[in-house]
Every structure is written in C-alpha cells, then in structure tokens.
C-alpha cells in the first residue's frame, strides 16, 4: 500500500463549480498534512496547510480526518488559473530529520 | 532573494553515463532534500542532506548519491544511468527540521537516451 494515496483524476469541471479531492494516508502516527499545488513543467508550491480543526484560505478549505486517516481540499467557485496539479503532502514527523511524503497528485481542469 | 536554483535545467546523457546535478538553497535555508519525478506521478524522496550529512535517505539504489557543501548548497550525483532515471529532479529546501516550510526549485529535468 502506498503510504499517500490520490484520485489521479483528471477532473474537468466548468468554471464557477465546486470540486473536492480526497487523500489517504497508512501512517497513523503521521504529524502534519499540506496540499501543494504544481502546474505543468513547474515546481510544486505549498498551497496550504491542513489542521485537525480544518482551516479555510479564500476559496479553498483542507480538513483533516485523523480517524479514517485520509484528508480532503475543497474548493469553490473554481476558476480557469486553479487549473493544476493538486499534491497531497504528509509530514510522519517520527523522528526530527523528517522528510515530507507526496501523493502522485490529482489533475485539476476548469473549463470555460 | 534568489530562491531556490537548479543548474542545469535540462540535461540529455547517454545510458551509462553519470550525471551531476547542483542545487543552491534560499537563503537561510540549511536543509536540501532532493526528489525525483517521473512523468505523471509525484515527487518521490531521494534523500536529505543537514550540515553536510545525509540526513535521511529514500527508497534509491546506491547509483544515487550527493553532497552538501559548508555554505549549504548540494549535488545530487547518479552513476550508472538507466534509461529509468529520466525525470524532473527537484531540489528544495528548508529551515532546520520544518520539511513542510521547503521552496522548490524548478528542477532538472534529466533524459537518458
């Protein structure tokens, strides 16, 4: 079992709708959770963090379900630039020379 | 302030051949973690490098190694190339132990023909 697993999509949805994706994690004792955010022939840039509490930047929220180990990135009102690669990231933090995890990523299309 | 920079951005080698790739981390930064990505997927942890030791080390052959300097830069060297190990090698790094505070530069993308 992968130890960061991602829908690969693509998703392709119209301008304006509301998509979320879904990750899962194998590590239960995992510590800190990101999305990043790559775009064709890019860097992967930190799009944001992912709290227990869950947490909201504009029109992007991250929740965190430790229970069922996995966690979530929605957002609304989508525009033609979030068109992206969206990586779910996990830190195991078990030991202080952690490294950082990524998912294979799910393909983000918005059209017109 | 520069960022994170890679040199070269793209590169084409022989099988066989071996392949230095450099990485100059941002300023402040005294940790530098290399990734490989191959097409389609994610970026996968090679190894990690913290005061001019490997720090941690991925899930890579021993063809795969590197060096950090004393002014934190870093080298990420393969020997032996694969077609395989075509890829977008990324190189970010960070603050001390905050992995997820890391800035990635904009890789080298390697093709072994």
């Known amino acids: 079992r992968k130890e960061v697993e991602q829908d690969p999509g693509p998703f392709n949805v119209p301008e304006g709708a509301t998509v979320a994706f879904n990750c899962t994690y194998s590590n239960s004792a995992s510590q800190s959770f990101f999305w990043y955010r790559q775009d064709c022939r890019k860097e992967p840039k930190l799009l944001m963090s992912?709290?227990?509490s869950g947490n909201e930047d504009g029109r992007f929220t991250a929740q965190l379900n430790r229970a069922s180990q996995y966690i979530s990135l929605l957002i609304r009102d989508s525009k033609l630039s979030d068109s992206a690669t969206y990586l779910c990231?996990?830190?195991?933090?078990?030991?202080?020379?952690?490294?950082?995890?990524f998912g294979s990523g799910t393909r983000l299309s918005i059209r017109p | 302030d520069a960022g994170v920079t890679q040199s070269p951005t793209h590169l084409i080698k022989t099988r066989g051949q071996q392949v230095t790739l450099r990485c100059s981390p941002k300023?402040?930064?005294?940790?530098v973690s290399w990734y490989q990505q191959a097409l389609g997927q994610g970026p996968q942890f090679i190894f990690q490098y913290y005061e001019e030791e490997e720090r941690q080390r991925g899930n890579f052959p021993d063809r795969f190694s590197g060096h950090q300097f004393p002014n934190y830069s870093s080298e990420l060297n393969v020997n032996a190339l694969w077609l395989g190990d075509s890829a977008l090698y990324l190189c970010?790094?960070?603050?001390?132990?905050?992995?997820?505070?890391?800035?990635f530069g904009q890789g080298t993308r390697l093709t072994v023909v």
């Open positions: 992912v709290y227990s």
């Open positions: 990231v996990v830190e195991p933090g078990y030991s202080s020379a952690s490294k950082i995890i």
């Open positions: 970010a790094s960070s603050p001390g132990s905050d992995a997820h505070k890391a800035f």
């Open positions: 300023s402040g930064h005294d940790t």
